[in-house]
């Protein structure tokens, strides 16, 4: 089973940045596709950005031209850099691997995007 522990959100203003990380354990996570998703209060949890193991990126429309993901693996480790955030990217982020999702979702990072 492999764990992931995010990090990196906080407080920031709107037209700010934040960068994400997500640690994953284990060997094989270099094999698996990653993803990022988010959670905002009262609403169901949404894809937000998905990496592959070679590299090539997707990104949902709402976040397109503004996040970018990428991954590290001899770090086991996937980031997510946020810029030109909005009030609407204000939710939890986590991350998973596979696709659909196989892993237990883990706590996440909050970003909270206000004034």
């Known amino acids: 089973q492999v764990q992931l522990v995010e990090s990196g959100g906080g407080l920031v203003q709107p037209g700010g940045s934040l960068r994400l990380s997500c640690a994953a354990s284990g060997s094989i996570f270099r094999f698996y596709v990653m993803g990022w998703y988010r959670q905002a209060p009262g609403k169901q949890r949404e894809w937000v950005a998905r990496i592959s193991s070679g590299g090539s990126t997707t990104y949902a429309d709402s976040v397109k031209g503004r996040f970018t993901i990428s991954r590290d693996n001899a770090k086991n480790t996937v980031y997510l850099q946020m810029s030109s955030l909005k009030p609407e990217d204000t939710a939890v982020y986590s991350c998973?691997?596979?696709?659909?999702?196989?892993?237990?979702w883990g706590q996440g990072t909050q970003v909270t995007v206000s004034s």
């Open positions: 998973n691997y596979g696709n659909p999702p196989l892993g237990s």
